[in-house]
């Protein structure tokens, strides 16, 4: 399984960065957010994958019955996805207001600052 | 490990910023325009109360908390108390700026405060996470500030490239991470040290690709070649104000990331690490310097010459010995003192509706005033490492950690290219004693703003003159 | 001893006050402070005349091994002397020479600091002491030329000297650091005294950084240019710059290192080359020059080349010239710089052509004028004419290089007998010129300097056993690092260097009386030497730096965002790829054993979707599928055991197609900017990118190499957090700071969005 992940990541990482490199600026809020689903299942499957081992204690017992999945990097996506939500707002506000600087979707215009 | 209450008088200090953050948030609603100096107070309190709370917690043993995810020690204390006093400063310097561009508002006192938190958690993280967010809550911050100008196309662009660029580094900060958790499943900065020395696999593929994305995000946040776009652009399409702090206080942060993470964290891997520092300090020192010739705004030279003082801090780093980090602490602090200086003077030549950004708006300052003619020449100096400024220590403690380690070659190469550098701060210095000046108005601006200045200039002599406590407090913090 | 050196500061402080205070006589007043420490260092004479040294230590930066410690001994001592007793003329001289200067205050200020730095200088025993006070010397010394910047020329130059100076300083300084650690000690008396230095591998690049910092502040050929065009200064600043101080901080510190790194072969060839060369080169273009400085100037490159010539010489005789011709030098150079200024304050000449005939309205003036050129010429019985014969000796007996030396030094002594003629027969004898301003005779203040200075040379030469002995064999004792004892006379008998003398007497006469044939004759140089010459060369490396500068700019720095984001992908591309070479990566079998179908769907699906979101041209539609892309992500969590991540996962994402639609409906529609290429060759770099992370991924998945700590959270979730749901209690107990950081971010990213917004919202209400 972590061999097709891998590929899969790698594809969206692909569509990610494609995207990014675009000029229109909603291009460029799209691949942000195919970058942030990337990255949490990349440390997904770093974690390891398994089927059905949800990382839960059975009532009664002190320890789960058998191995689990990693719990701590569970909690890590989590994580990372509040945040990334959280980045993804503050960006879309960033680029309205860009937008509203230079009146077109394009990143190109958007060199003022160059000597 | 055994679990219990976390010990929460380590962390007094950032509860205090944060407790105060949120507070001032709420009080500035109600705060009419006319009175935020309100604002500006409180935030000001808020800074002096943290450093008094921080030097009164100090205590030379390291203190562990939260399991272990949260450290304060010498060094923390250090660039803590560095850290909010340059913040202080930063505030000061602005208040007249953002009054003259009415844009002096609570949010950016607020979002300034949250950096601060930011860069404590940074300073004081003990573990990879914490250590993410804080870095994370300090660049939010960051990017809001640029953006702060609503009037200036120039910020929000400028906002929009950090914000994207910063996101690219965080996220592979992030990937690096996790990889290296991968590999020790760890995310405790102990505990992967410890793994590191224990494990006799020594170097594998796995842990050098986890290094260089690590590696790639601190180069980025701290803006080294070939990472350093963002730096010109940024700085000089944001509101001086908010130039002024990001030049100066969350170097001392990223800093305490590069200690924490390369020598606390991966310092087995010294070796390994060392090639790829030198690699990124030979390019900033050589890029820096060289470019910042062509500029003829201040800002942007000002950034390029960040750029090139990176590289002096990484080649401290690199030489990976006591000397070494003592030296990268020393550089870095004088960096903020001297930067605080450099851009509170374009602060100070600016006046509404008018932004001393170009190197001519510094033309026959010495017959405007001779007296911050003289501070600009004496921060002019020390950025170039002229004795018997500051400056000059700094590039020297670094110099010789470098030669102490056998790299000659580095350190003629970064004397070579600091010629090259002092070259664009001289040109300052003469356009300041021999031009004639194009503005012949005087400099009127509030009489705090003044003195702080004049001190801030002066400390860069003070400091040159006895350099010694500033180095002491500097190697004390190192030796853990 | 501190207290001596540190004087000059203490009371440059307090200078303007004072200046303030005492009015039209400040002069004399400020004038007793140099006097003061002349004396204080005449006390020291016995005891260094024996060839011992005092050695004075206080602590400074014991962090940085750096104590302040003074070494008094015969070199240092001799040059203390010149620079407090000089000092005292000049500080006198500019009293009344800037007496309607409006700042005259702060020019008290600058001498004196910089009185004080050049002490300090030639005092340290420490290294980086001596370079502390190196770079002051180099800073007051701009400041004092930029002092008088109302002058265009002054203004050109004001950058070129300070760079030079500051540049080789910084050279200078990796040498020490580097010199300190082959000798083991930052103190120079304890690094002169170890061994080895010659033998060190480090020997040669730190003997080319030193002399990179001695020969730029020396004005060594080829950076001799910078020294005239310094010359802006007010004259008694030139004085001082070039008989006794900065100028010579160079030669000094070629003299204190001479027993330590001098005598190997390189440093014979260097030194003495490069030393003749510029003696030969100075003497010529100060021939060629008419204004009054700069004929001045350039013979002090000629004196400074002769010097460093004659220091890498080495031998014996060579040292003792050197000390003799130091001391020489210092004498007829400030007297007739301090002569130079009555020139221009009392008769308005700034050019030699402007003047002639003065001697009647400055009878005193041109006598004393006269006994410094006469020094200056080396012609007997001037102490001068000693100087020069013990150069000619040394020369005549130089090993290796003898030949070429002594071509340079016959070359030099005619040209130096026409200058000397230029200097102190054209404006005094001859018929009258008129000049800018009706002359007359300076006042005592300004004729003390000068009156002094050339008699010492005068009495030195008829009387050289008062020189001979002392100071100067103490001197000579330290350079050359074994006992020395001179013995200075006007008559050596009839031999080489006498025969050289008189021929050049001669010729350097007849050439004077055709100076201006000599002049011309030598025009065809000026293109050349404007187009290959040291100066042009500086400006085409500096034109040639900011070009660099401008072209990475627009390379690197153009402002578009998407070439940015390509440096640092393209970057982390080779830095990776650069890895797997090196390591040899290794990816373990590729396996697809396991994957149930509905695995493969939901995957499929997901790149499917995401392949939309790249290439659709709706922007509904792109969000649409970028919504099915995370969708799908949810669903790999809950089937791989993360149910409480792929609920995160499906809110998350249903409130960013919220938002992104909300949003983009306030954005224009897509435009297709890019042309075909920029297409392919970001979907290069972009599949590349994806390439990378899949290999990354293949190679990492196979190592976890130590049990995760998260055993530790199952073992402890129930017992420690009362929790059964382990990811939760991580979450809120066990890391619960870092989920209070992630509120944090949170909380900040929403003060983010409402400042701008507020912000915005108020902007539009105006």
């Known amino acids: 399984m972590e061999t097709l992940m891998a590929f899969a990541v790698g594809g969206l990482y692909a569509a990610a960065i494609y995207m990014m490199l675009r000029r229109s600026i909603v291009k460029l809020v799209i691949g942000l957010v195919l970058l942030s689903n990337a990255a949490n299942l990349l440390i997904f499957t770093a974690a390891g994958m398994d089927r059905g081992l949800p990382p839960l204690i059975p009532e009664g017992m002190l320890v789960p019955d058998g191995p689990v999945a990693d719990p701590l990097a569970q909690a890590l996506i989590l994580t990372a996805i509040v945040i990334g939500f959280g980045v993804l707002a503050f960006a879309v506000v960033l680029i309205h207001r860009a937008y509203e600087v230079v009146r077109a979707d394009d990143m190109d215009q958007m060199k003022d600052t160059d000597t | 490990m055994t679990f219990e209450i976390p010990d929460f008088m380590p962390v007094i200090p950032e509860l205090f910023v944060l407790g105060m953050a949120c507070a001032i948030l709420v009080i500035d609603l109600f705060v009419p325009q006319a009175r935020r100096d309100i604002t500006y107070g409180l935030s000001q309190f808020t800074l002096i109360g943290a450093a008094v709370l921080t030097i009164a917690l100090a205590s030379p043993e390291t203190r562990f908390t939260f399991n272990d995810t949260f450290i304060a020690d010498g060094l923390s204390d250090l660039l803590k108390v560095a850290v909010y006093l340059i913040t202080a400063v930063v505030f000061l310097y602005s208040r007249p700026y953002l009054q003259d561009r009415d844009i002096y508002k609570g949010e950016y006192y607020v979002l300034g405060l949250f950096g601060v938190l930011g860069m404590m958690i940074m300073i004081s993280s003990y573990s990879f996470l914490t250590l993410y967010l804080g870095l994370e809550l300090l660049s939010l911050s960051l990017y809001a500030m640029v953006a702060f100008n609503r009037d200036s196309a120039r910020a929000s662009e400028a906002a929009m490239k950090y914000f994207i660029l910063g996101a690219i580094a965080s996220g592979m900060l992030l990937y690096g991470m996790s990889i290296l958790y991968g590999i020790t499943g760890s995310l405790d900065i102990k505990e992967v040290s410890d793994y590191l020395i224990t494990s006799s696999a020594g170097l594998n593929v796995p842990l050098v690709f986890a290094l260089s994305f690590v590696i790639v995000g601190l180069a980025f946040k701290l803006g080294a070649v070939p990472f350093h776009m963002w730096v010109p652009d940024v700085y000089h399409g944001a509101p001086t104000s908010v130039t002024l702090f990001i030049g100066t206080a969350p170097k001392l942060a990223g800093l305490a990331i590069i200690m924490r993470l390369l020598v606390d964290g991966l ?150 290219f600091s010629i090259v550098g002092a070259f664009y701060y001289l040109r300052a210095v003469k356009i300041m004693y021999f031009d004639k000046p194009e503005d012949e108005s005087p400099l009127p601006k509030a009489l705090d703003m003044n003195v702080v200045l004049s001190i801030n200039g002066l400390l860069v002599i003070v400091l040159g003159i006895f350099p010694g406590l500033l180095m002491s407090l500097a190697t004390g913090a190192i030796s853990w | 001893m501190l207290f001596a050196v540190l004087s000059g500061f203490l009371i440059a402080a307090i200078a303007p006050w004072l200046h303030r205070l005492s009015g039209r006589h400040s002069g004399w007043l400020l004038a007793l402070l140099p006097g003061a420490l002349f004396v204080y260092f005449l006390g020291f004479i016995p005891e260094v005349s024996d060839g011992s040294a005092v050695r004075l230590v206080y602590p400074w930066v014991p962090g940085l091994d750096i104590q302040l410690s003074f070494l008094v001994d015969g070199l240092s001592l001799l040059f203390a002397l010149l620079i407090s007793g000089i000092g005292f003329f000049i500080v006198a001289y500019a009293g009344r020479y800037l007496e309607k200067h409006r700042d005259l205050g702060r020019f008290y200020v600058l001498i004196l600091s910089f009185m004080a730095s050049m002490l300090g200088l030639v005092l340290a025993d420490n290294l980086i002491a001596l370079f502390v006070f190196w770079e002051l010397t180099s800073i ?121 790194l001098g005598g190997t072969e390189t440093w014979l060839l260097i030194l003495s080359l490069f030393g003749g060369l510029t003696m030969l080169t100075g003497v010529f273009l100060s021939a060629r020059s008419t204004g009054v400085k700069k004929v001045l100037a350039y013979s002090t490159v ?38 130079a200024g009555i020139l221009d ?67 030099t002594a005619i040209l130096g007998v026409l200058v000397a003629a230029i200097v102190g027969i054209k404006p005094w004898f001859g018929p009258r010129v008129e000049t800018p301003k009706t002359p007359h005779e300076a006042p005592p203040a300004m004729l003390a300097g000068p009156a002094v200075l050339a008699s010492l040379g005068l009495i030195f030469g008829l ?16 350079v050359y690092g074994a006992p020395l004892t001179p013995k200075l006379a006007l008559w050596h008998g009839i031999n080489a260097p006498l025969m050289i003398s008189i021929a050049g007497l001669v010729l350097g006469l007849l050439l004077y009386t055709q100076w201006a044939r000599f002049r011309a004759a030598f025009t065809w140089l000026d293109p050349l030497a404007r187009q290959i010459g ?57 396996s697809f054993s396991g994957v149930q179908l509905q695995e493969w769907a939901i995957l499929g699906i997901m790149l499917a979707a995401a ?132 509120i944090f971010v949170l909380a900040l990213a929403a003060v983010g969005v409402y400042a701008m917004i507020k912000l915005r919202a108020e902007d539009s209400r105006k």
């Open chain 3, 140 to 260: 007051t010394s701009y400041l004092l030329i930029g002092y008088n910047h109302e002058d265009k020329s002054a203004r050109q130059s004001a950058l070129q000297g300070l760079f030079v100076t500051v540049g080789g300083g910084l050279a200078l300084l990796t040498g020490f650091i580097m010199l300190a650690i082959v000798g083991g000690s930052y103190e120079l008396s304890e690094i002169l005294a170890s061994d080895g230095l010659q033998e060190h591998a480090w020997y040669l690049p730190m003997l080319l950084l030193i002399l990179a910092g001695a020969f730029t502040k020396s004005a060594q050929v080829p950076f001799h240019f910078w020294l005239p065009n310094a010359m802006a200064a007010p004259t008694p600043v030139s004085a001082y710059l070039h008989s006794a101080t900065m100028v010579k901080a160079g030669v000094y510190l070629l003299a204190r290192l001479n027993p330590g």
């Open chain 3, 534 to 590: 040291p100066e042009r060369q500086y400006e085409r490396i500096m034109a040639a730096m900011v070009a660099s500068a401008d072209w990475q700019t627009r390379v690197l720095q153009n402002g578009y965002l998407r070439y940015y984001l390509l440096v640092i992908l393209i970057t982390t591309l080779l830095m990776v790829g650069i890895t797997a070479q090196i390591y040899d990566i290794s990816i373990g079998e590729l």
């Open chain 3, 302 to 339: 000629m004196a400074l080349g002769t010097l460093v010539m004659l220091i890498g010489v080495g031998t014996e005789t060579a040292i003792i010239a050197a000390v003799t011709f130091l001391l020489a030098h210092s004498l007829y150079k400030g007297a007739l710089f301090l002569i």
């Open chain 2, 267 to 416: 310092g087995p891997l010294h070796h390994d690490w060392q090639g790829m520092l030198t690699i990124l300090a030979v390019l900033s020192l050589a890029v820096g310097n060289v470019v910042a010739i062509a500029q003829t705004n201040i800002k942007r030279m000002l950034a390029y010459s960040t750029i090139s003082h990176v590289g002096f801090i990484l080649m401290g780093i690199l030489a990976g010995t006591h000397e070494g980090y003592a030296a990268a602490l020393f550089y870095t602090l004088v960096y903020a003192i001297v930067a605080a200086g450099g851009f509170g003077m374009i602060i100070l030549l600016s006046r509404r509706g008018f932004e001393a950004e170009n190197l001519d708006d510094f033309r026959g300052l010495n017959e405007r005033s001779p007296w911050f003619a003289f501070i600009m020449l004496l921060i002019m100096f020390s950025m170039a490492g002229v004795p018997p400024t500051v400056g000059f220590y700094a590039k020297l403690a670094v110099l010789q950690a470098v030669v102490q380690v056998d790299m000659i070659w580095l350190a003629i190469f970064a004397v070579i």
């Open chain 3, 611 to 742: 392949f939309v979101a790249v290439t659709f041209r709706s922007r509904l539609g792109a969000v649409a599928s970028l919504g099915a892309v995370g969708f799908a992500v949810a669903l790999i969590y809950v089937l791989f055991s993360a149910a409480d991540v792929g609920i995160t996962q499906v809110l998350v994402e249903t409130l960013t197609v919220l938002l992104l639609v909300l949003v983009l409906f306030r954005l224009p529609g897509f435009l297709n900017l890019s042309s075909r290429l920029v297409r392919i060759r970001d979907a290069i770099v972009a599949l590349s990118v994806g390439g990378m992370m899949t290999l990354l991924m293949l190679s990492t998945t196979h190592t976890r190499l130590y049990d995760s700590i998260s055993s530790y959270f199952v073992q402890e979730s129930v017992p420690l957090g009362y929790g059964r749901n382990i990811v939760n209690v991580i979450l809120v107990d066990f890391r619960a700071l870092d989920t209070l950081g992630e």
């Open chain 3, 345 to 411: 304050h009392e008769a308005g000449c700034k050019d030699f052509l402007q003047t002639g005939g003065l001697r009647r309205a400055l009878p005193v003036t041109t006598f004393f004028a006269a006994i410094a050129a006469l020094s200056l010429g080396g012609v007997l019985p001037l102490f001068g004419f000693i100087a020069k014969e013990l150069m000619l000796e040394a020369v005549l007996e130089a090993p290796r290089v003898a030949g070429i030396l002594t071509a340079f030094a016959v070359l």
């Open chain 3, 463 to 478: 009387a050289p056993w008062l020189a001979e002995g002392g100071i100067l064999a103490a001197a000579a004792t330290v």
